[in-house]
């Protein structure tokens, strides 16, 4: 279960890096639903919960515009990784009302769960950002805020479903490979079209 929080989390950051932060901190500080451990309660803290806030809502932003979605996407290259580090490490060894013991994973090696968030969370990132220029340029940019706002939706999907319910989680991510795919595929059937009429 906790791998499966972790990987839910991590995934989560990978579409967006601020809302499982925020639901991590806000989770924890105000809920009985998260409590992180000691080396990780600083996601609690009213400063970070504010200075994510502030940047989630940049991000929101940014990322529905056409173009400048692309140029936030440049940045987050550094930032989503991270963040799905710091959330798989927080969520598996954190107590949950699914996971009530962090078990050995969690204690042995604290940079494993780290290093499998960063990885987790950059794989996601990377697929979206292949996705995202090729469905702006196929709508003339339209595509950017109903992709964005379904990313958002996905992330706070995931993280509920990573804290509530993981072993869920699986089936969320078939799900969310599934329609990568299917935007990959019709993105290549149009390219073909186009170029046959060409």
Same mark, same amino acid.
């Given at each position: 279960?906790?791998?499966?929080?972790?990987?839910?989390?991590?995934?989560?950051?990978?579409?967006?890096?601020?809302?499982?932060?925020?639901?991590?901190?806000?989770?924890?500080?105000?809920?009985?639903?998260?409590?992180?451990?000691?080396?990780?309660?600083?996601?609690?803290?009213?400063?970070?919960?504010?200075?994510?806030?502030?940047?989630?809502?940049?991000?929101?932003?940014?990322?529905?515009?056409?173009?400048?979605?692309?140029?936030?996407?440049?940045?987050? =290259?550094? +930032? *989503? /990784?991270? !963040?799905?580090?710091?959330?798989? #490490?927080?969520?598996?060894?954190?107590?949950? %009302?699914?996971?009530?013991?962090?078990?050995?994973?969690?204690?042995?090696?604290?940079?494993?769960?780290?290093?499998?968030?960063?990885?987790?969370?950059?794989?996601?990132?990377?697929?979206? =950002?292949? +996705? *995202? /220029?090729? !469905?702006?340029?196929?709508?003339? #940019?339209?595509?950017?805020?109903?992709?964005? %706002?379904?990313?958002?939706?996905?992330?706070?999907?995931?993280?509920?479903?990573?804290?509530?319910?993981?072993?869920?989680?699986?089936?969320?991510?078939?799900?969310?490979?599934?329609?990568?795919?299917?935007?990959?595929?019709?993105?290549?059937?149009?390219?073909?079209?186009?170029?046959?009429?060409?």
């Amino acid at each position: 279960m906790e791998l499966m929080t972790g990987f839910g989390l991590a995934t989560a950051a990978g579409l967006n890096a601020y809302i499982p932060l925020l639901a991590m901190g806000l989770l924890s500080r105000f809920t009985d639903l998260i409590t992180l451990p000691h080396g990780w309660s600083w996601l609690e803290n009213g400063w970070v919960i504010t200075i994510v806030a502030v940047l989630l809502a940049v991000e929101i932003v940014a990322d529905k515009v056409p173009a400048l979605d692309s140029v936030n996407d440049v940045v987050q =290259t550094f +930032v *989503r /990784p991270t !963040a799905g580090g710091i959330v798989f #490490g927080s969520g598996t060894a954190a107590q949950t %009302t699914a996971v009530t013991d962090p078990g050995d994973f969690a204690r042995t090696g604290q940079w494993v769960p780290i290093a499998i968030g960063v990885v987790t969370a950059l794989i996601v990132h990377l697929t979206k =950002t292949t +996705v *995202r /220029p090729a !469905a702006n340029v196929a709508t003339a #940019g339209v595509a950017a805020p109903v992709l964005s %706002t379904l990313e958002d939706i996905a992330s706070v999907a995931l993280v509920f479903i990573a804290i509530l319910i993981p072993a869920l989680v699986l089936l969320a991510l078939i799900a969310l490979v599934w329609a990568a795919v299917a935007l990959w595929r019709r993105r290549r059937r149009r390219k073909a079209q186009t170029s046959g009429l060409g």
